[in-house]
């Protein structure tokens, strides 16, 4: 790993802008441990995100990531997280501090078709929100935390992980 290159990347994004799956590859080309919060709040939980939502409600599920995200250590990896952790300023200001934050931004088009995919995923909005609600209201909160902004509508994983290496390494 460069000396410049940081130690710690956090992504953002929609579900299904490739959050993990780039995650996992950035973290294995530059060597560092890769972290899906989604993961450990289910382990936590022993459920699944959208489990969470049914049995309880979206705030529920904020607030348990908001829990998982300020107890766990930030350093020397890559930190896959759920689409909802830009509600938290809490947690952004922990990720800001600690990490670079990189932004997969995803065209709404691109989220809809990639959630129809995986139907039973976890959204954590409220259920009178459409997708496009959610995707219009999250957005601006994406743009206004990252340090990196990476367009992941028509590459694969592969080239874009090499374009967030490319863009990490100028900073």
């Known amino acids: 790993m460069s000396n410049s290159r940081p130690s710690c990347i956090s992504l953002i994004g929609m579900p299904g802008s490739g959050k993990s799956t780039v995650g996992v590859l950035l973290a294995k080309r530059i060597g560092l441990a890769f972290v899906d919060t989604d993961i450990l709040i289910q382990e936590q939980e022993q459920a699944t995100l959208a489990e969470i939502i049914a049995r309880s409600s979206p705030f529920v599920l904020r607030e348990i990531e908001e829990q998982v995200l300020l107890g766990m250590p930030i350093t020397d990896s890559v930190i896959s997280t759920g689409g909802s952790v830009v509600y938290s300023p809490a947690i952004m200001e922990r990720l800001s501090a600690a990490s670079t934050v990189v932004f997969l931004r995803a065209q709404l088009e691109t989220v809809e078709y990639r959630i129809s ?13 459409t997708l496009e609600d959610v995707y219009n209201e999250r957005v601006p909160f994406y743009e206004q935390y990252s340090n990196l902004v990476v367009d992941v509508d028509h590459d694969t994983p592969e080239t874009i992980t090499g374009q967030i290496i490319s863009q990490l390494d100028t900073l």
Do not use: M
Not at 117 to 129: E, F, Q, V, W
């Open 117 to 129: 995919l995986a139907p039973d995923r976890g959204i954590a909005s409220p259920g009178n929100h």
